[in-house]
């Protein structure tokens, strides 16, 4: 029977791992970090309902009920990754709690280092640390920040609320953000963030809290299976259809952070967030998945052109947008300039990885 209830709310520290389908995984690595677990950083590994590997999953939750600092719970349904995540804010008993993917490896210098310093954090809602890569693996989501520290603002959505879409490593102050309701309001909007739910709570976080970026590595990312390795399949979190609604998303998100800075509507802040917004996802669009939309036989630049006109849609209602539409239609061409001589200075490799991905799928790609 799961221990869940014995978490103990004297630690400062959770370390969640979400996990699907990935037990035989999730075993092996938590067999051999056996001697670093400690009910100082008690890991909560969080079962999503998985129907593979069930196996590993129950000597799991056996080797928790008599191994101190592990526990470990399993939902009753698979509430998606969303809904998982917005379950360690029940769950948790501690002030804070660190997310880590399943696939990756933590940082226990860094869970030890961090330990006796959250109390002197209450005013921060999220922490950002760095995620290392180890020698052997290619680098896919490794990302070194500088250290930071941002006021809540425009300045802090659009930075540190925006940046990067990976959630390993991300620590939350879940007694602050619970207090100031965001965790209802991820409930509340569940749907339209379903596939970034942590960016939506970052948002929030970054509008009313303190929030830091750490050059400390928390977490090492890891080879990831086989089906995330090969970003092929077009229709899933990655197509162009997904992107335009995790944009829309993502708009609605700042445009609610920013009410929540000021009395009156701060425009110069919203601009300033929604053209890093842009440019993100213009990077995605227009570079990062061009491998796989041209596999599928989409054009780059008549793609990327689109969505340019896209995001001017997606302003042209919001408040203030006449003072600002010249500024911003200026913005997107001068992005969209950079991510197409991008893709022209890459093209040889691009179309190596075009092919292979065609292979893979066994399409015919028009010329």
């Not at 990062?288 to 849609?313: D, G, K, P, W």
Request: hydrophobic share 40%.
């Amino acid at each position: 029977m799961s221990k869940i209830s014995k978490l103990p709310n004297s630690t400062k520290m959770t370390i969640c791992i979400p996990s699907y389908n990935r037990g035989t995984r999730l075993l092996s690595y938590l067999q051999n970090i056996s001697a670093e677990l400690s009910e100082d950083w008690p890991i909560l590994v969080l079962d999503n309902a998985s129907t593979h590997q069930t196996n590993d999953y129950k000597i799991i939750e056996e080797m928790s009920a008599t191994t101190s600092g592990l526990y470990y719970f399993r939902q009753d349904k698979n509430i998606l990754f969303e809904g998982n995540f917005l379950s360690m804010f029940e769950l948790v008993k501690t002030a804070f709690f660190m997310v880590i993917s399943d696939e990756d490896e933590i940082n226990f210098d860094f869970a030890k280092e961090l330990h006796p310093q959250l109390p002197k954090l209450h005013e921060v809602g999220a922490i950002r640390p760095s995620l290392g890569a180890k020698n052997t693996i290619r680098k896919r989501q490794a990302t070194i920040f500088k250290d930071k520290v941002y006021d809540p603002g425009p300045e802090a959505i659009s930075e540190f609320g925006l940046t990067g879409n990976y959630i390993s490593g991300v620590v939350y102050n879940k007694k602050l953000l619970k207090k100031l309701g965001f965790d209802s309001q991820l409930q509340k909007n569940m749907h339209e963030h379903r596939t970034y739910p942590h960016l939506y709570i970052n948002i929030l976080a970054a509008s009313s809290t303190k929030t830091i970026f750490m050059s400390d590595i928390a977490c090492f990312e890891n080879n990831p299976e086989e089906v995330a390795s090969r970003e092929v399949d077009y229709f899933g979190a990655y197509s162009f259809g997904s992107r335009i609604d995790q944009f829309v998303a993502l708009r609605n998100a700042i445009l609610e952070a920013v009410i929540y800075t000021s009395d009156s509507f701060d425009a110069v802040g919203f601009y300033k967030c929604y053209k890093n917004l842009c440019f993100k996802y213009l990077r995605l669009i227009g570079y990062i998945n061009t491998t796989m939309y041209e596999a599928h036989a989409l054009e780059h630049s008549t793609l990327t052109r689109s969505f340019v006109l896209f995001c001017i849609a997606t302003a042209q209602k919001m408040p203030d947008y006449d003072n600002y539409s010249a500024e911003l239609e200026q913005f997107l061409l001068e992005s969209e300039a950079i991510f197409n001589s991008q893709y022209e200075k890459h093209a040889d490799k691009i179309a190596a990885l075009i092919q292979r991905d065609v292979e893979t799928l066994g399409v015919q790609k028009t010329s």
